[in-house]
């Protein structure tokens, strides 16, 4: 045994700090006396080295040792072929014991990867012929594929995958997210389907993932519920997240926070999805339970962007809008697909008055989540924010002619529509026919109130407002209640309404306004109250977002240490 194989030895048990010394110190001795070991042997020490560095998360500096130990494997290959011509099989045998070529390229694709030099790991990927490459080798090159945007290289990559590893769900959520036909990638699952018990559900669980990336999202709903009754997959963690996520794209927040609760109950650890649940408390205007599930997260992992997103939310929900900023940076530099990040970064931005930041955000998170209309209400937004109302109307009816006559797409297009004086009919149309659909749509009972509002229909919006709260208990809905009783002299339930609003939410401002307005009237009969378009405005959905930022000259030295211009 000599000095290679204990140090291929100490590897193999972990012991990656010993490995780096020992590895150096025998490295030196090679390169001040290239006779002490054979080429073989030194490419083996460099590989062990390289690898006890990249354990110690210094990756650009793994790269460059592995990249020397591919240097050096060349220089064996060519002395391996002459001693192979003379008849060495020991020579063969060695070779056969050495580190992979392919699983070192890997490596470096992995740290180039981490170092965020996507087109380095491509090209270090690429150089691997096709044969050769591995399941884990596919699947990294596909997952970057997608993200450079080469989307037909990205597919035969995950087929690639699914050739090899039939049951590689997130490569079936790849080629689903692509627009591969669901019927498609269940074919290619279909044999190994038949031919274990059990596995029924698989072909139910491919057709559930097919609707959620077709944006349609009821049938995704009946179809993981569905999945979510049978005996076998009750309460699995990942279905219901699934599921919590479909109900939050669906509108539905009330059955999105439930399903988040019962997963974070089934796994204390939970950290995927719970940045759309951060964001939903903090909008519904649960503040301290925001606040008590970031730093819950950051004890789990500060790593992920999860937590930075939650946190993020707390302080955007609480006009701190810079901090918002640098938060939501931090998590776009931990995970630069993650949505939540782009449309926390993105809002913050956009509250700021950095609208043309904003919406390169925006596009972003739709370039990753073309089927969440929060992506295109966001851009909207923006655009309605700089006057673009006819870039807003182009991208409004995109959305409506893309995903169909949906409430959440009536609502966004009659949005634009109340922008605008000449189309208010139409507004009103659209907003009829969206809560003809689903009555209890928060955003389009909140926008239909708004147009009664401006035509002083005061009796018609209280019996509006109060049968959307008939079901569900929403602070903006009670205050603009509030606002319409006041309007129409009743104070005492007007009062009550803002005080149900507060209760709701404390930090609601335009409540706290109303009552402290309602308490200076000397007597009801006095009291002159004109409803204001602009107090009207706001949704269950997006809060209420004004407000003076006290924390930005503290948070703008780290804006820009994150990068942001």
């Keep these: 045994m000599n000095v290679i194989d204990h140090v291929r030895d100490m590897a193999a048990a972990g012991l990656h700090s010993n490995v780096r010394i020992l590895s150096s110190l025998l490295l030196t001795m090679s390169n001040n006396n290239p006779e002490l070991f054979s080429p073989a042997q030194k490419y083996q020490l460099l590989v062990y080295h390289a690898d006890a560095i990249f354990h110690d998360k210094e990756y650009r500096n793994a790269a460059c040792k592995y990249s020397m130990a591919l240097q050096q494997k060349k220089v064996l290959s060519k002395t391996s072929k002459v001693r192979t011509s003379t008849g060495g099989a020991a020579a063969n045998i060695q070779a056969q014991s050495l580190p992979s070529e392919i699983e070192v390229k890997y490596k470096i694709a992995e740290c180039y990867t981490i170092l965020k030099l996507d087109k380095d790991a491509i090209a270090v990927l690429d150089g691997i012929p096709s044969r050769q490459r591995t399941?884990?080798?596919?699947?990294?090159?596909?997952?970057?594929?997608?993200?450079?945007?080469?989307?037909?290289?990205?597919?035969?990559?995950?087929?690639?995958?699914?050739?090899?590893?039939?049951?590689?769900?997130?490569a079936i959520i790849g080629l689903l997210s692509l627009s591969v036909k669901g019927a498609e990638v269940a074919s290619m699952t279909m044999d190994v389907i038949q031919s274990m018990p059990n596995l029924d559900w698989l072909s139910v669980w491919i057709k559930a993932y097919a609707f959620i990336h077709a944006g349609d999202n009821q049938r995704a709903i009946n179809t993981i519920c569905s999945l979510e009754k049978k005996s076998l997959l009750r309460d699995n963690v990942d279905l219901l997240v699934s599921l919590a996520d479909v109900y939050f794209r669906a509108g539905d927040t009330k059955n999105a926070i439930l399903k988040f609760e019962q997963a974070q109950m089934l796994d204390p650890y939970l950290i995927k999805g719970m940045d759309v649940y951060g964001y939903l408390m903090a909008r519904e205007g649960h503040l301290e339970d925001v606040e008590v599930l970031g730093g819950r997260l950051f004890n789990i992992s500060d790593q992920h962007a999860e937590p930075w997103v939650i946190s993020g939310c707390h302080s955007f929900y609480s006009k701190r809008y810079s901090r918002a900023l640098y938060l939501g940076a931090k998590a776009?530099?931990?995970?630069?697909?993650?949505?939540?990040?782009?449309?926390?970064?993105?809002?913050?931005?956009?509250?700021?008055?950095?609208?043309?930041?904003?919406?390169?955000?925006?596009?972003?998170?739709?370039?990753?989540?073309?089927?969440?209309?929060?992506?295109?209400?966001?851009?909207?937004?923006?655009?309605?924010?700089?006057?673009?109302?006819?870039?807003?109307?182009?991208?409004?009816?995109?959305?409506?002619?893309?995903?169909?006559?949906?409430?959440?797409?009536?609502?966004?297009?009659a949005t634009v529509c109340l922008e605008d004086p000449v189309t208010q009919e139409k507004a009103k149309t659209l907003l009829d026919k969206a809560l003809a659909q689903r009555p209890d749509y928060t955003k389009a009972v909140v926008k239909k109130a708004e147009l009664l509002s401006r035509e002083q229909k005061y009796e018609e919006g209280i019996t509006l407002l109060r049968n959307a709260l008939a079901n569900q208990s929403d602070c903006v809905l009670h205050r603009m209640l509030g606002d319409f009783l006041v309007a129409v002299n009743d104070y005492q339930e007007a009062m009550d309404q803002y005080s149900i609003a507060l209760s709701l939410d404390p930090n609601d401002q335009k409540s706290l306004e109303g009552m402290q307005k309602m308490e200076k009237e000397?007597?009801?009969?006095?009291?002159?109250?004109?409803?204001?378009?602009?107090?009207?405005?706001?949704?269950?959905?997006?809060?209420?977002?004004?407000?003076?930022?006290?924390?930005?000259?503290?948070?703008a030295d780290q804006e820009q240490w994150f990068g942001m211009q």
């Excluded at 993650?338 to 809002?347: C, D, F, I, W």
Aim: include cysteine; proline fraction near 3%.
């Design 522 to 555: 000397e007597s009801p009969t006095d009291a002159t109250v004109e409803l204001d378009g602009d107090d009207m405005e706001g949704s269950g959905e997006d809060g209420d977002l004004e407000g003076s930022d006290s924390e930005a000259a503290q948070w």
């Design 135 to 170: 399941p884990k080798i596919n699947m990294m090159l596909a997952n970057l594929y997608r993200k450079a945007g080469q989307e037909r290289s990205a597919v035969t990559s995950y087929k690639e995958v699914l050739r090899q590893c039939p049951l590689a769900l997130d």
């Design 332 to 413: 776009i530099q931990l995970n630069s697909n993650s949505v939540q990040a782009l449309l926390l970064k993105g809002a913050a931005l956009r509250n700021m008055g950095r609208v043309q930041e904003a919406i390169i955000h925006f596009r972003e998170a739709m370039r990753l989540a073309p089927c969440r209309l929060d992506c295109y209400e966001g851009l909207i937004d923006c655009y309605l924010a700089s006057n673009g109302i006819r870039e807003a109307m182009g991208m409004a009816n995109n959305i409506y002619k893309t995903l169909g006559a949906n409430a959440q797409t009536l609502t966004i297009l």
